[in-house]
T-cell receptor, first 112, second 111 residues
Framework: EAQVTQNPRYLITVTGKKLTVTCSQN?????MSWYRQDPGLGLRQIYY???????DKGDVPEGYKVSRKEKRNFPLILESPSPNQTSLYFC???????????FGDGTRLSIL | GQQVMQIPQYQHVQEGEDFTTYCNSS?????IQWYKQRPGGHPVFLIQ?????EVKKQKRLTFQFGEAKKNSSLHITATQTTDVGTYFC???????????FGTGTLLAVQP
């Protein structure tokens, strides 16, 4: 089954404690992206990757890092999380940029 | 930078009424995509429109791409409670074709 898998689905943590949200897709997609969704603000792109070893900033990259060492994986790293990063996060993938995206189920992060 | 705006932000209808959401881009789009996000769920791709003036239908849903390829609409005929959710439009932007999402329209349907 074609899917984008995110882990964890839910996480409550404290300020400053490094965390990683994993994302994996099994569709051989070149393009992967991370979004955060906050009430009234829609989906805002954090980082995206056009292909392996190629990543670029989206609209709200501050406080986040990503890596794309393999085609299927695109982890999101919060080196020193802060409360303003409490949000719902989605990973998505598509064959190429600009094409329809498949979304993961989402990760709800609460940073106290 | 490029912006994609949607109106209305929220709409509440009685079951059986029609519903329309509008999407406007500040620049010409090569394609427009529509997604639906059920409450508590993730966005799910519905359809992609590519041609100027294109109209596509999916059962009670009608999607339209404007002649200038800068606007689009989604019309739902005779809404049902299963239509509840947030509808997003999205279009490619910039040199890297990253997908830019509209702010979404939240549809509530009262039985």
């Amino acid at each position: 089954e074609a899917q984008v898998t995110q882990n964890p689905r839910y996480l409550i943590t404290v300020t400053g404690k490094k965390l990683t949200v994993t994302c994996s897709q099994n569709m051989n997609h070149e393009y992967m992206s991370w979004y955060r969704q906050d009430p009234g603000l829609g989906l805002r792109q954090i980082y995206y990757s056009m292909n392996v070893e190629v990543t670029d900033k989206g609209d709200v990259p501050e406080g986040y890092k990503v890596s794309r060492k393999e085609k299927r994986n695109f982890p999101l790293i919060l080196e020193s999380p802060s409360p303003n990063q409490t949000s719902l996060y989605f990973c998505a993938s598509s064959f190429t940029g600009g094409q329809p995206q498949h979304f993961g189920d989402g990760t709800r992060l609460s940073i106290l | 930078g490029q912006q994609v705006m949607q109106i209305p932000q929220y709409q509440h209808v009685q079951e059986g009424e029609d519903f329309t959401t509008y999407c406007n881009s500040s620049t010409t789009l090569s394609n427009i995509q529509w997604y639906k996000q059920r409450p508590g769920g993730h966005p799910v791709f519905l359809i992609q429109l590519v041609k100027s003036g294109e109209v596509k239908k999916q059962k009670r849903l009608t999607f339209q791409f404007g002649e200038a390829k800068k606007n689009s609409s989604l019309h739902i005929t005779a809404t049902q409670t299963t239509d509840v959710g947030t509808y997003f439009c999205a279009g490619p932007g910039g040199a890297t074709n990253k997908l830019i999402f509209g702010t979404g329209t939240l549809l509530a349907v009262q039985p």
